[in-house]
């Protein structure tokens, strides 16, 4: 082999080694985190950062939450969540909640601000027991709501999770979060530690659980 072939060879292998991380990357949502296997009527959990997030465009965030995208009445989107968000430029966080009603623009409300890597949020759902399908929201900054989602009761398979959002498919974010004591409340309102849980992983993103209450999400 010539010595200009292994020259344009080595350029094109350094090409697509370089390129590997962004082809990994695609645009929209990506997940990491666990979802009840079985409707309950409140979560909470612990959050926080291990490290500074990189967010290249969009937002990374760490949430515990219910509902979804179509999972309101006539398959419209409905969800409530609470957690941490970070955007481009920021290796801080906020404590925000999200609101989604039927028919609605979903509604994002910063609770603080100046969230650090290392700061532990204890933030949670709570279903009112004697008002089905009103939900409140539990954080450091106190209660947010009553809240009334359609049909929500008894409906909804809570999540707790970390999330991407990117613009293009050639930007990543990277995240590190931690989930701490993650706990569901019963019909009972008594509260207990998760246990059984499905995995969502969304490529090139990682769940490792470290107990069955506990686990860590990462993206690079």
Known sequence: MSRA???????????????APALACTRGYSYAGLYASSPAFGI????????????????VAAWVGVGGPGLGPGGTDEWLQVGLASFAGS???QLYYELALPGQRPRYVELASGVRPGRVVRVGLL????????????SPAGLAGPFYLPRSHAAWAPVATAESWT????????????????Q?????????????????????????????????????
């Open 5 to 19: 072939r292994i020259a344009t060879l080595a350029v094109v292998v350094a090409a697509l080694v370089l390129a």
């Open 44 to 59: 909470a959990a612990s959050l926080s950062m291990l490290e500074p997030p990189t967010v290249a465009g969009g937002h």
């Open 91 to 93: 290796p801080q966080a």
């Open 127 to 138: 279903e009112l027991p004697f008002s089905p399908g009103t939900w409140l929201v539990v």
């Open 167 to 182: 613009p293009e498919g050639s930007l990543c974010n990277g995240y590190a979060y931690r989930f701490g004591g993650v």
């Open 184 to 220: 569901l409340s019963s019909a009972d309102s008594r509260w207990r530690r998760l246990r059984q849980a499905r995995t969502l992983q969304d490529p090139g993103a990682f769940v490792r659980r470290t107990s069955r209450a506990t686990f860590t999400a990462r993206a690079a």
